[in-house]
């Protein structure tokens, strides 16, 4: 076996077709953010971003896509915006190790993979295998979702009716989105500190390709916009990637207004689901009816690191234990 790294702009439609036959080909693989149309969208505003192509006996089995971050480690592509990592492959057994070190990586870290990538669950953190809820739509039953009927009515009597913008081409929107979330997140505040955030999110939200297309939903008061989500539609699910809402009238939580009509206009529209990403937030779960696990990890080319790595992560998690 032998492993080439390359830009992902330099794959060419070859490599391209089977990359999609591979994302066929696996449970979790039909997720945008596996898909070539997000790489290489990274790859146009992040000069680290590249694939691992991993090949035996000149066929191609299997791609590892990956951005270069500090001392030789490789982290999750378009980082820390990824909600799915891991191989893109035909199902062929792979050695992570092997291909991590061929790739010239001392280490390439992961916070989110299927576990059913079976060749990286040895590199697992403890404690880190979570579900990731899903609003399965196929199931037919929204009863799940409240409809705030109570703050809808308070809030049309105050701007006018709520409606559904399923998908907006409106620039502004994503700057109003940008804006919201900063003003209450300073984690998405110093995310968008790195222009190549901005420049990614735009491109993608306004993306049109079979794997990955942006939708960008706004729930309207009257003419005002009062929540916006941004989501990206793969062959048939909904991945939620950022959502937020005006904060001057959080009283009317706007936010969780927004989900039934997005779910209604999702299934309406033939998708037959919406994944809502693995955090582990309380109203994700008082959404979903399904949810498929993931995990969190590390694949360290030295095994004395990764056992010295595995001693620390044990040191921090006593209770008694300070992160230094």
Known sequence: MRVTVVRPGELGPSEAALWWSFQHSMPAGLNPFMSLTYVQAVDRFRAGARVAIVEDHGQIEAFLPFELGAHGVGMPIGFPMSNLQGFIGSGSPVDARWVVRQARLRGWRFDSVPVEQRALVPFHYAGTTVPCPVIDLAKGDLSHISARRKA???????????????????????????????????????????????????????????????????????????AVHLGLLGPSSLVGWFMSYDPALSRFAPGMMLWLPLAKAAEERGISQIDLGAGQDSYKFGLSNDSYIVAGGAVWVSRVEAAGRKIVRSIRSLPNSRET
């Open 152 to 226: 809808r009515r308070a809030l049309e009597r105050q701007l006018g009716a709520v409606s559904l913008a399923w998908n907006s081409t409106e620039p502004a929107q994503i700057d109003r989105l940008i804006e919201w979330k900063s003003r209450k997140y300073h984690g998405t505040s110093l995310l968008f500190s790195d222009p190549t955030a901005r420049r990614i999110v735009e491109e993608l939200a306004a993306s049109r390709g079979d794997d990955c297309r942006g939708v960008v939903s706004v729930l309207f008061a009257g003419e005002r916009p009062v």
